[in-house]
T-cell receptor, first 116, second 113 residues
Framework: DAMVIQNPRYQVTQFGKPVTLSCSQT?????MYWYQQKSSQAPKLLFH???????NEADTPDNFQSRRPNTSFCFLDIRSPGLGDAAMYLC???????????????FGPGTRLTVT | SQQGEEDPQALSIQEGENATMNCSYK?????LQWYRQNSGRGLVHLIL?????REKHSGRLRVTLDTSKKSSSLLITASRAADTASYFC?????????????FGQGTILTVHP
């Protein structure tokens, strides 16, 4: 009965080799988020989708892109991973975002990315 | 700019004791949320307190919010070894920040059996 699923849980990629992380949800939530969390640091929002509306954070590097083909799935693409991109990548969902809805976010277990 | 600062960075207590973690933030908020993260895992939502609320309880958790001081505290009563985890506060702002959370650095709680 997992609600936010991330695959794979662990991903190893080579420096500069494109990699895609996936997230799916069974909650039918409008909003999906991608966070980057480096070791012993706070999760940092990269971008989010409100339905099909993509919202990029101002300081998210161009190297990071995202796709949301339907309500259930969202992908994080790293075009040319660098050593500094090694981190835990967390996907989250929430019910709404268009007004002060005060909804919590539901997180997946994360994908730990290693760059060699 | 970072919104939340948490204090202490690490807390070590014995089972049965209470644990208090504090969070401060810089700008106005719509709500403040607390999350828990077990080592190497995703975050789990614990409790949400709105900007017009001062205190909220959920089981062994008690959260307070002081918007005049821009601070919040999380109290875990009668702690258990299973409470060992990292605890993060996260703030949701207003306007274009609706639905976007800014996390603090977290407090690492260790509860010894």
């Amino acid at each position: 009965d997992a609600m936010v699923i991330q695959n794979p849980r662990y991903q190893v990629t080579q420096f500069g080799k494109p990699v895609t992380l996936s997230c799916s949800q069974t909650l039918n939530h409008n909003v999906m988020y991608w966070y980057q969390q480096k070791s012993s640091q706070a999760p940092k929002l990269l971008f989010h989708y409100y339905d099909k509306d993509f919202n990029n954070e101002a300081d998210t590097p161009d190297n990071f892109q995202s796709r949301r083909p339907n309500t259930s799935f969202c992908f994080l693409d790293i075009r040319s991973p660098g050593l500094g991109d090694a981190a835990m990548y967390l996907c989250a969902t929430s019910r709404d975002r268009s007004r002060p809805s005060s909804y919590e976010q539901y997180f997946g277990p994360g994908t730990r990315l290693t760059v060699t | 700019s970072q919104q939340g600062e948490e204090d202490p960075q690490a807390l070590s207590i014995q089972e049965g004791e209470n644990a208090t973690m504090n969070c401060s933030y810089k700008t106005s908020i719509n709500n403040l949320q607390w999350y828990r993260q077990n080592s190497g895992r995703g975050l789990v939502h614990l409790i949400l307190i709105r900007s017009n609320e001062r205190e909220k309880h959920s089981g062994r958790l008690r959260v307070t919010l002081d918007t005049s001081k821009k601070s919040s505290s999380l109290l875990i009563t009668a702690s258990r070894a299973a409470d060992t985890a990292s605890y993060f506060c996260a703030t949701e702002g207003g306007g274009t920040s609706y639905g976007k959370l800014t996390f603090g650095q977290g407090t690492i709680l260790t509860v010894h059996p």
